[in-house]
């Protein structure tokens, strides 16, 4: 009836672009029965988050304001909670975490560097503490991060140890795309240095160009 919809407080329509909390509006997809069999609309949404994970959901539950992220405001908010565990603990909760979303979610950037190559967390490490007391008894010291010895196999502590942001870079270099790490290793033969001394010299030149930009 007119009334009822003069009495209800007016929205403006969604649009795409909009924005709720984290999540923007990409696109409008169809329009699905509910449990009480109403066709109702649902929409495709981006988080801001840093894995820019895309999700379907119902238009009404994103603007009735109940979903407001992927889940990573919830997983902050866990870990947030670990800080009664000390700042110590609270850096190696949130490499634990990471490392289960990493390895868990289809929906982030670099899916296809773990749950693609079915790279997984090791039953053990399900639980945070076993991964705790695994990380304070091998290593682990605060700028130090988790690396695979063997990037083809999962997160255990057969395969795990803490190396430094350089030495993980170091490591990496034998797992760049093919293309990339052929011109590598042609332009290092050519520069009598070794592909580790190439990328360390780009990344230093890089870094350089960024200062002279910034001012
Ligand atoms: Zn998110």
Not at 60 to 81: A, D, M, P
Not at 137 to 144: I, R
Not at 167 to 192: K, M
């Amino acid at each position: 009836m007119a009334s009822d919809r003069q009495g209800s407080p007016k929205r403006s329509p969604a649009a795409v672009s909009d924005i709720y909390g984290r999540l923007t509006l990409i696109e409008f997809i169809d329009k699905r029965p509910n449990p009480a069999g109403e066709m109702v609309q649902w929409v495709l949404v981006e988080c801001s988050c840093e894995d820019l994970t895309r999700k379907e959901l119902r238009l009404e539950s994103l603007r009735s304001g109940n979903t407001k992220s992927c889940g990573c405001l919830s997983r902050e908010k866990t870990i947030e909670r670990a800080t009664k565990h000390g700042d110590h603990q609270t850096r190696i909760y949130g490499i634990w975490a990471s490392m289960k979303h990493r390895c868990k979610s289809p929906n982030i950037r670099s899916a296809h560097r773990y749950v693609e190559r079915g790279i997984s967390v090791c039953e053990e490490w399900q639980d945070f503490v076993p991964f705790r007391d695994w990380a304070l008894a091998n290593g682990y010291a605060d700028g130090k991060e988790i690396d695979r010895r063997d990037n083809n196999l999962g997160y255990n502590p057969q395969n795990c140890q803490w190396v430094t942001k350089l030495e993980n870079l170091e490591n990496r270099s034998n797992h760049l795309p093919e293309s990339l790490e052929a011109w590598l290793h042609a332009y290092a033969l050519h520069a009598g240095c070794s592909p580790y001394e190439v990328i360390k010299q780009a990344l230093e030149s890089y870094l350089g160009v960024l200062r002279t930009d910034s001012i």
